[in-house]
C-alpha cells in the first residue's frame, strides 16, 4: 500500500506540475502575443507616419513644380505679350517716322508748323537775340514764318526778339524738318526738329497710346 500510494502522489504530483507547466506556458505565450501585436502596432504607426511624410513631402515638392511650372509658363507668355506689344509700337513709331517728311513739304501747312516751333523756342529762351538752324530747303518758308512768331511773342510776353537764321549750320537735308533754336549767345540750342518731336511724343505718349491699344493693364495696382 505504502508503494502505491507514493506512486499516486508522484502522479499528482507530475499532473500538477505539468498542469502549472502548461498555464505557465500559456501565460507566456499570451503576454508574447501581447508584446508582438503591441510592437508589430508601433512598427505599423511608425511605418504610416514614414510613408505619410514622405508622401507629404513628394506631394508640398510635386505642388511646388507645378507652381513654378506655372510661374514659367506665365512669365514666358507674359514676355511674348510684351515683346508682341512692343513690335507693334516699334511699327507705329516707324512709320509715323517714314511720314514725317510729308508734314515739311513747302506751304502754309509747314509755316504754320515753324511758326509754332519757333515760338515755343522763344517762350523757353526768353532772349531779346535767337539764331534758327534748318535745313537750306526751308530757309524761305522760316522766314514766312518768323514774322508771325516774333508778333505773338510780343502780343504775350510783352517785348520784341531778333530771330535771325544761322546761314552757315544748315540741318541735314536728310532730316525730316523742324529747326534747331539757339540763345545764350550759342551755349543754348533747343531741339524743335520734327525727328526730336517724334521721340519725345513717343516718351510721353507711351502710356496713354498702351491704353487705348492693349487696355488697362490688369497686373498694375497703380497708374501714373
Avoid at 512598427?43 to 506631394?59: G, H, M, N, P, Q
Avoid at 507705329?92 to 504754320?112: I, N, V
Amino acid at each position: 500500500m505504502a508503494q502505491q500510494q507514493v506512486a499516486s502522489e508522484l502522479k499528482k504530483m507530475t499532473a500538477f506540475i505539468r498542469q502549472e507547466a502548461l498555464e505557465k506556458a500559456r501565460e507566456i505565450q499570451l503576454k508574447a502575443d501581447e508584446e508582438f501585436a503591441i510592437e508589430k502596432s508601433k512598427l505599423v504607426r511608425a511605418e504610416t507616419t514614414s510613408i505619410d511624410a514622405t508622401y507629404a513631402k513628394k506631394f508640398k515638392q510635386a505642388s511646388m513644380s507645378q507652381q513654378i511650372a506655372r510661374s514659367t509658363v506665365a512669365n514666358k507668355t507674359r514676355l511674348r505679350v510684351l515683346g508682341a506689344r512692343q513690335e507693334v509700337l516699334d511699327q507705329l513709331f516707324e512709320q509715323a517716322r517714314g511720314k514725317l517728311g510729308s508734314y515739311s513739304s513747302p506751304g502754309k501747312g509747314y509755316q504754320d508748323i515753324c511758326k509754332k516751333l519757333l515760338l515755343e523756342g522763344l517762350y523757353a529762351l526768353n532772349e531779346s537775340n535767337v539764331l534758327v538752324r534748318a535745313r537750306r530747303k526751308d530757309h524761305d518758308t522760316v522766314k514766312k514764318s518768323i514774322p508771325d512768331a516774333q508778333k505773338e511773342y510780343k502780343e504775350k510776353m510783352g517785348k520784341e526778339t531778333q530771330v535771325k537764321i544761322d546761314e552757315k549750320n544748315d540741318l541735314p537735308e536728310g532730316s525730316s524738318g523742324g529747326l534747331y533754336i539757339i540763345g545764350g549767345g550759342g551755349k543754348i540750342d533747343i531741339n524743335d526738329t520734327l525727328e526730336e518731336r517724334l521721340n519725345l511724343l513717343s516718351e510721353d505718349a507711351l502710356p496713354q497710346l498702351r491704353l487705348s491699344l492693349f487696355g488697362a493693364n490688369e497686373n498694375r495696382r497703380f497708374t501714373d
